[in-house]
């Protein structure tokens, strides 16, 4: 069972319940968003805040996660 919203994968209809009435224990302060992971609380978070922590040293484009910015680095790879 794959979950609308997500990219889990659950191998029965019994654990894709459980997971979805499971209580989350961290809430966005800006919208119903929850979750029981800190770390996608925190990069959830930043679609609020418009904050891109992750910057190119070569043009200084930023981005919101690290994955991103290593796709983008490739680029200036292939530029060159």
Same mark, same amino acid.
């Given at each position: 069972?794959?979950?609308?919203?997500?990219?889990?994968?659950?191998?029965?209809?019994?654990?894709?319940?459980?997971?979805?009435?499971?209580?989350?224990? +961290?809430? *966005? =302060?800006? /919208?119903?968003? %929850?979750?029981?992971?800190?770390?996608?609380? @925190?990069? $959830?978070? #930043?679609? &609020?805040?418009?904050?891109?922590? +992750?910057? *190119? =040293?070569? /043009?200084?484009? %930023?981005?919101?996660?690290?994955?991103?910015? @290593?796709? $983008?680095? #490739?680029? &200036?790879?292939?530029?060159?």
């Amino acid at each position: 069972v794959k979950m609308a919203a997500s990219n889990f994968h659950f191998s029965s209809r019994v654990s894709s319940l459980h997971h979805e009435n499971t209580p989350k224990r +961290f809430h *966005c =302060s800006f /919208c119903s968003y %929850s979750t029981n992971v800190s770390t996608n609380i @925190k990069m $959830h978070s #930043l679609i &609020h805040t418009g904050e891109r922590p +992750f910057t *190119c =040293s070569k /043009c200084n484009k %930023s981005f919101t996660q690290k994955i991103s910015l @290593k796709g $983008h680095m #490739l680029t &200036h790879l292939k530029n060159n």
